[in-house]
């Protein structure tokens, strides 16, 4: 990996998306963080990018060269009462971390969700996640519940947190 070379933060392009593709096997692989354990496939990837486009996902990608490095979504809710709100996912591969890509992301889609209208964004973190809740507390985000023993894998049960930014 060269050093001197820039990541950029932008929205998500379908040119770029078998590289995300990666980014996402990447980290769904180190199985501890996420709620899968590879990505999906590639004709599954297209039409979520597809439907993600159609529902006004609010999607940045960062990019070292033409590789991309991290994400983060947020995905406003269209259910009934709930339209104010919304859902958020982020990583960054492990190689790139702990380097501010993490919270340039945020900060890029958090704009971007209060500027399109939406007054809460909501998330789910494994309780052992401590990078993660370190990064949503720094921004503001408080803890609603604890979702006891949610996950349950490799023989071990794990709590979830509920964690959510309100506008104001
Ligand atoms: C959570 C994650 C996205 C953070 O990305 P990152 O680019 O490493 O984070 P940043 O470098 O921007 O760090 C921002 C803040 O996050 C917190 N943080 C990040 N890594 C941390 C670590 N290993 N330990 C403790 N706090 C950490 C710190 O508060 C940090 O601020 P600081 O650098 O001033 O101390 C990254 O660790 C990741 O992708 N993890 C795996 C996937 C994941 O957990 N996704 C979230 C699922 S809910």
Redo the contacts with the bound molecule.
């Keep these: 990996m060269s050093e001197t070379q820039e990541i950029t933060v932008a929205p998500a392009s379908t040119d770029l998306l078998e590289s995300f593709r990666e980014c996402l096997d990447s980290?769904s692989r180190?199985r501890i963080?996420?709620n899968r354990l590879e990505a999906p496939s590639c004709s599954e990837m297209e039409e979520r990018f597809a439907a993600g486009v159609r529902n006004r996902f609010m999607q940045d990608w960062a990019t070292h060269g033409d590789q991309v490095v991290?994400w983060a979504l947020v995905m406003p809710n269209d259910a009934f009462g709930l339209t104010h709100s919304s859902w958020l996912a982020?990583?960054?591969r492990r190689d790139?971390?702990?380097?501010?890509?993490?919270?340039?992301l945020m900060d890029g889609v958090i704009e971007k969700a209060w500027q399109s209208g939406l007054e809460r964004i909501e998330?789910?973190?494994w309780s052992d996640?401590?990078?993660?809740i370190?990064?949503y507390e720094?921004l503001g985000f408080q803890h609603e519940g604890v979702l006891r023993n949610f996950r349950f894998l490799d023989g071990k049960y794990t709590d979830a947190v509920m964690m959510a930014l309100l506008r104001d």
Excluded: Q, S, T
Aim: aromatic letters at 8%; glycine letters at 14%.
């Design positions: 980290v180190e963080y996420l991290g982020l990583g960054v790139f971390r702990r380097r501010g890509i993490g919270r340039r998330l789910i973190v996640n401590r990078p993660a370190d990064l720094k």
